[in-house]
């Protein structure tokens, strides 16, 4: 028993969690019917189809409606079942517009017959309706129930859906409504956030188009799950891009069932005003409606928590939003009433439906919506104080000027490299006057004559930000260049509404001496040509005298003198070799291989050496071992004899 209370409360769980759909396609909707009229001079009568219907479905006057009309018929091809789907189409869009009926009606009754794949019953079934030609629904079930059971596709499915929605409440429209859980199971999910069915925009706006419409003839609401359906209407909306207009069409159809259905409605919450919340934007503005723009019925819309990202302090709790005078879909909330300190924070917010009991209607995406804002603040600083001082001296007490925030130092400053420059401040938040700490505090000097900047960082230490400069110690960083520097103050971040760069005072600097030439602009030099690169190769080697070098290559061929004299004092002769063809094949082949080689030393390269080496390799080797056959078995026949 517990574990059936524990199903059930999970089951209530999950048909009541929800996914946060965060834009609609209403602000989309001028572009997407500019779109589909740039195809509506197409040659192609599958595009005029989307295009024409795309606008039917929005409501939208087509232009050069009798323009279309007559060059229509002459574009359907009557012996093509899909033709005559989209040519009848397109007449129903531009509604003042006929086809001829009795060319088409033949192909369009095969649709009723056995054997007739849903794709075609579907596209058959659509055309009678808009031509006006009456089919047999006993005929049409009964092909439908044998055709489910033959396609066992999901696509096979969802036009099974469609079919039952234009037959009207049929005996099968309980079994057909049954198929639409069925097909929502096998929706794949898009990570972690969309859910598509195989086939992409083109089958999932057609099953949610057919599922909705088929529930108002059942009268029941489709089993779908609320994060089902909310992951679903997120991917129809990341399809609302799409460049064709068979995308654009099927991005509408679903929209549209998901906006005008009687059962289970998405609603999109979007951050109307801008994110940066500042003096002069103090309010969250969100827009509250279905994707085509509609207002919805709500009881009220609540900010569960405003909590500061950094550590989740809570600045609002259970707020309501207000809607505003301007627009019935639009709520408000001012944010900075409650003085909050700059940072990025994260609205959670719940929407509650107003009760209806006459309705069956429920809102899918009401809970876990999830806006991100950033408060802005302007800082000052304060307490901006400078002194020029000895580099070894390390307080600075007594020593020190102010200047006067937003204004420059009133005279001007000097310091050589025996000395060292010392400037601090402080940075407030203007609102909650409390110290603030900026992401970007730099301080940068200018030369006025040359335009060389250098940049250094303001470390801060506790509430105070200091820069110190040794200028005896910087003479790289500065390249020894004296003169008269601009010294600036940039401050920055990303929830600083105003940053600045304040001059707070003029310095001249006097280096030791000048390490690098001055230039009227020191950025010329990057500019200039660079120096030649001049590569010198190394010397070789001394080469040995020609007298050494004859008497070595006269060493080479010692080893073969020794050879003919071991031979002569052997008696070696060639009283035994044969004067045959094999004798001559074998020792011109020795005497190839050795030319061979001479000539890879000399001038070939090892791969096409190793090829001539294979070729005359096997010739010499088959004559070698002729030879050789015949001197052993001549050897053997004088032993013999003897």
């Not at 195809?39 to 050069?64: M, P, R, V």
């Not at 972690?192 to 909705?212: H, N, R």
């Not at 050879?563 to 052997?570: A, C, D, G, Q, R």
């Amino acid at each position: 028993m517990k574990f059936l209370k524990l199903g059930f409360f999970l089951c209530i769980i999950s048909f009541a969690v929800s996914q946060h759909i965060a834009t609609t396609i209403s602000s989309d909707l001028p572009r997407l019917i500019s779109l589909l009229e740039s195809f509506l001079n197409s040659e192609d009568l599958q595009t005029l189809y989307y295009a024409t219907s795309g606008l039917s479905l929005l409501k939208h006057k087509i232009s050069n409606s009798k323009k279309l009309c007559s060059n229509i018929a002459s574009k359907v091809n009557g012996d093509e079942i899909s033709s005559i789907y989209y040519g009848s189409g397109i007449v129903t869009a531009l509604k003042d517009c006929k086809l001829p009926v009795d060319k088409y009606k033949n192909v369009v009754l095969q649709s009723e017959k056995s054997g007739s794949k849903l794709q075609d019953m579907f596209m058959g079934i659509s055309a009678a309706k808009s031509l006006g030609i009456k089919l047999n629904n006993q005929n049409i079930l009964k092909v439908l129930s044998e055709q489910l059971k033959a396609e066992d596709t999901l696509l096979s499915q969802v036009y099974a859906v469609q079919i039952g929605q234009m037959l009207g409440k049929t005996s099968m429209s309980d079994e057909l409504f049954s198929l639409v859980e069925d097909i929502m199971g096998q929706a794949d999910e898009i990570d972690g956030k969309f859910l598509q069915l195989e086939g992409g925009i083109g089958v999932t706006g057609l099953f949610l188009d057919g599922a909705f419409k088929l529930a108002d003839i059942v009268g029941k609401s489709p089993k779908f799950l609320q994060l089902q359906l909310s992951k679903m209407t997120n991917y129809i909306v990341s399809r609302k891009d799409g460049l064709t207009a068979k995308n654009v069409y099927f991005v509408i159809l679903a929209a549209e069932a998901l906006s005008t259905n009687s059962f289970q409605v998405p609603v999109a919450v979007t951050l109307h005003s801008s994110p940066l919340m500042t003096p002069s934007n103090p309010r969250v503005v969100i827009e509250v409606a279905t994707l085509l723009g509609k207002p919805v019925k709500l009881e009220n819309v609540i900010a569960d928590q405003v909590a500061r990202k950094e550590d989740m302090a809570v600045i609002v709790n259970k707020q309501p939003f207000v809607l505003t005078k301007e627009s019935n879909v639009l709520y408000e909330l001012d944010i900075l009433k409650v003085t909050p300190e700059a940072g990025y924070y994260k609205v959670l917010i719940t929407l509650n439906q107003k009760s209806d009991a006459k309705s069956a209607l429920v809102y899918v995406g009401l809970t876990n919506i999830k806006l991100d804002i950033k408060v802005m603040t302007n800082v000052v600083v304060e307490d901006a104080v400078i002194a020029v001082i000895d580099s070894d001296v390390t307080s600075i007490s007594g020593k020190t000027k102010p200047i006067a925030t937003s204004t420059k130092f009133s005279s001007k400053l000097s310091a050589d490299f025996h000395q060292k420059i010392v400037f601090s401040f402080s940075l407030k938040d203007k609102t909650s006057k409390k110290d603030f700490e900026a992401h970007q505090a730099f301080v940068r000097l200018l030369h006025q004559e040359s335009n060389q900047e250098i940049f250094f960082i303001a470390e801060r230490e506790g509430s105070v930000y200091k820069f110190d400069l040794n200028v005896g110690g910087s003479e790289k960083i500065f390249r020894s260049v004296s003169g008269l520097y601009s010294m600036d103050l940039i401050i920055g971040d990303a929830v600083i509404d105003n940053p600045f760069m304040w001059n707070f005072a003029d310095v001249s600097l006097t280096f030791a001496e000048e390490a690098y030439p001055s230039k009227a602009n020191v950025y010329d030099e990057h500019f200039e040509p660079r120096p030649e690169i001049k590569h010198t190769f190394r010397v070789p080697e001394k080469r040995p005298s020609t007298v050494v070098s004859s008497i070595f290559t006269g060493l080479i061929f010692v080893p073969f003198a020794i050879l003919l004299i071991v031979w002569i004092k052997l008696g070696a002769n060639f009283g035994n070799l044969p004067f045959s063809v094999d004798m001559i094949g074998f020792h011109g082949g020795l005497f190839a291989i050795f030319t061979l080689y001479t000539l890879f030393w000399l001038k070939l390269n090892m791969f096409t050496t190793l090829k001539c080496l294979a070729v005359i390799g096997v010739v010499t080797f088959l004559f070698g071992h002729r030879l050789l056959k015949f001197v052993a078995n001549n050897r053997l026949n004088t032993k013999k004899t003897d």
